[in-house]
């Protein structure tokens, strides 16, 4: 965790630079994805400078929790520019200061692909604990290609991913569902074969 809070310290003043591509050409059109059908008091983890936030449905009581201060200060600035309420706090995802079924859903966009194979089933885990049972929680992920071009094209790009984002196209996240106690209740992908919408149930 603490190297994911030191790189986002880094990178934070450039990330937004950085994604530009991506978050224009596959991020805008799959996030609304995330929201469709979701009220009441949701969770927004691994928040970072808050491209999430236009998306809100405004019939949500969104929190945002991140455990980079610097992304967090982007997200505010998003927050204020767009006028969206969202409560923004620094916390990690594997350690939630949250009661037990305090969310009605919860969602994450490209957190656990930068979240370490040690620390998956702890922040599924947490975020199953925080959300009400039978609540919805989605992901936006990306998964290693199948296809012999793209896998390769993959590999290239992993080395870079992996510095600058400590992200990786190998974690097993949707797997390791069931370890976290929790349902995989859809999957399906969204971009490709490179980007997955992930939907599990909060089981107690
Ligand atoms: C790839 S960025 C995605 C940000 C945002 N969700 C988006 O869609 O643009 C991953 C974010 O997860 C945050 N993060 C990494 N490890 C975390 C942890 N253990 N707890 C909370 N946030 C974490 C990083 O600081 C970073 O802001």
Known sequence: ???NLDRYERIAPFYDLLDLPF???RYRKIRPLLFQGLAG???DAGVGTGRNIQFYPPEAEVVGVDVSPAMLARAKRRRLSLGVEVELLQMDVTHLEFEDQSFDAAVATFLFCVLPDDLQVAALREIGRVVKSGGT???LEY????GAMRSAVARLWEPWIAWAYGAGFDRRTEERVPEAGLEVVGSSFVVDDLIKLISIRATK
């Open 1 to 3: 965790m603490s190297s």
């Open 23 to 25: 978050e224009y050409s």
């Open 41 to 43: 008091r949701v969770l």
């Open 137 to 139: 929680i989605r992901l």
């Open 143 to 146: 998964v290693r290609p199948r």
